[in-house]
């Protein structure tokens, strides 16, 4: 089974909808991510969490909430979803011992829609 | 001052050739600079990763040199082969921060 997955992994919705993406690992890792993947313009973090508790905005994270339900899931929602908001999301996950300490883990990404 | 420069955005290769792909920073208290490589319909895992108390760091035919003095890092890819042709991303963290600024790819085709 995957380390990091999520769901769904295709998601076509139209404008105004409210989408949540959702990730869960099996890593045991306490950091998670949420990252967008836009042509020409790479990977931008959302959100990110270092614990249950432990919420934080990234670069972009307007039009964006998100919630750690557990260790092992963080869930991220578009309230009203804009066809801007069309990319590719990607969950990460860290806190490795040694020298992974540092590496994140991405799962497979969901390619959002927005119509 | 956060941005990370990736170039070239795409590389064409032959197989046998030396892919090199480059990255800028401006942000010095940068230390830690990994590079993912991302296969179509993959996430992003990491390929090499090397912190500025050393010039060059080898794994296999991947090479990361790094030029403190010119905040300037590149990978290179040695005997490059068609299994490699994916995307490349740099990117740059600050230790206890455990974020990652990422660079905007590079895309890397290696013909047979």
């Known amino acids: 089974d995957a380390d990091v997955t999520q769901t769904p992994r295709n998601r076509i919705t139209k404008t105004g909808k409210r989408i949540m993406l959702e990730c869960s690992q099996t890593k045991g890792h306490d950091r998670m991510y949420w990252y967008r993947q836009d042509p020409g313009l790479g990977l931008r973090l959302i959100y990110y969490?270092?614990?249950?508790?432990?919420?934080n905005k990234g670069e972009i994270s307007d039009g964006y909430s998100v919630s750690r339900q557990a260790q092992a899931k963080f869930s991220l929602s578009l309230e009203s979803a804009i066809p801007n908001q069309t990319a590719l999301y990607f969950c990460?996950?860290?806190?490795?011992?040694?020298?992974?300490?540092?590496?994140?883990?991405f799962g497979p990404g969901t390619r959002l829609t927005v119509l | 001052q956060q941005q990370v420069k990736q170039s070239p955005q795409s590389l064409i290769v032959q197989k046998g050739g030396i892919s090199i792909i480059n990255c800028a920073y401006e942000?010095?208290?940068?230390?830690?600079f990994p590079w993912y490589q991302q296969f179509p319909g993959k996430g992003p895992a990491l390929l090499i990763a090397?912190?500025?108390?050393?010039s060059e760091k080898k794994e296999g035919r991947f090479t990361i040199s790094f030029n403190k003095s010119a905040k300037q890092f590149s990978l290179h890819i040695m005997d490059s082969q068609p299994g490699d042709s994916a995307t490349y991303f740099c990117?740059?963290?600050?230790?206890?921060?455990?974020?990652?600024?990422f660079g905007t790819g590079t895309r890397l085709k290696v013909l047979a």
């Open positions: 969490s270092f614990d249950v508790k432990d919420i």
């Open positions: 990460a996950t860290a806190g490795g011992t040694g020298e992974s300490y540092n590496e994140q883990f």
């Open positions: 990117a740059a963290s600050t230790s206890g921060t455990y974020k990652y600024i």
């Open positions: 090397i912190r500025p108390d050393v």
């Open positions: 942000n010095t208290a940068f230390d830690y």
